[in-house]
């Protein structure tokens, strides 16, 4: 059975616990950065196949994590829907953002890719979904850097070797407001463009600090 929205029942978060420092090595550096309470959208930058369940696990708190709808399929798709992920039709995401905002707007907290697909690890672009929710629900954004997950050269399905070394690091939150004047569209495209600019600066620091490589750019 599905679980209930909102609902993360423990085992999916004992089974992304398991997965990042079971099957891979994950350093997890900032948790108390996260809102213990209280509506949250952490955003994270997207590289890997792996980086939706190693988010799940690592979080201090639970998360349903926007999914896109291909992985709702199969053996595969039944775990997902009965862990509260949010299907996403990465043509159309109207739903799925309605669904997180109805979430957010209950204190639940919400996971997602702003780049929306699997990118090299710049964060050159972002979509608006996170930013919007923010506005609506003002509910804070962590930037969430996502760093191991996929080496250079590897495809984006690629699954890492067991122990491959993996990092994911909280920043700090911050929210996404309208000011006095501002048209919603002009405060989105602000609000769209600090989001990229944080989360770049996220992946940018915590690779440099840790030295791990994103496929992207070349290692230290």
Not at 39 to 49: F, R
Request: aromatic share 4%; net charge positive; charged share 20%.
């Amino acid at each position: 059975m599905a679980a209930e929205p909102g609902k993360v029942p423990a085992w999916s978060r004992a089974v992304g616990w398991f997965l990042a420092h079971g099957v891979w090595n994950t350093t997890v550096i900032g948790r108390d950065l996260v809102p213990p309470s209280g509506p949250v959208i952490v955003a994270g930058n997207h590289t890997g196949v792996i980086d939706g369940p190693v988010l799940a696990g690592v979080s201090p708190r639970p998360l349903n994590i926007l999914v896109k709808q291909e992985m709702f399929s199969g053996p595969l798709g039944a775990v997902l829907r009965a862990s509260g992920q949010i299907p996403v039709d990465r043509g159309n995401g109207k739903e799925s953002l309605l669904v997180a905002r109805s979430l957010l707007r209950r204190g639940a907290g919400v996971g997602i890719f702003p780049e929306g697909s699997r990118g090299l690890g710049q964060v050159d672009d972002v979509h608006g979904g996170a930013t919007w929710l923010a506005m609506v629900t003002g509910a804070p954004i962590v930037p969430t850097a996502i760093l191991g997950t996929r080496h250079e050269g590897e495809s984006v399905s690629k699954v890492p070797r067991p122990r491959r070394r993996l990092v994911v690091e909280f920043g700090q939150p911050f929210t996404v407001t309208k000011k006095p004047g501002e048209s919603g569209k002009i405060a989105l495209a602000r609000g769209n463009a600090e989001l990229r600019e944080r989360l770049a600066d996220a992946v940018a620091r915590a690779r440099e600090k840790h030295g791990v490589v994103v496929p992207g750019i070349e290692s230290v």
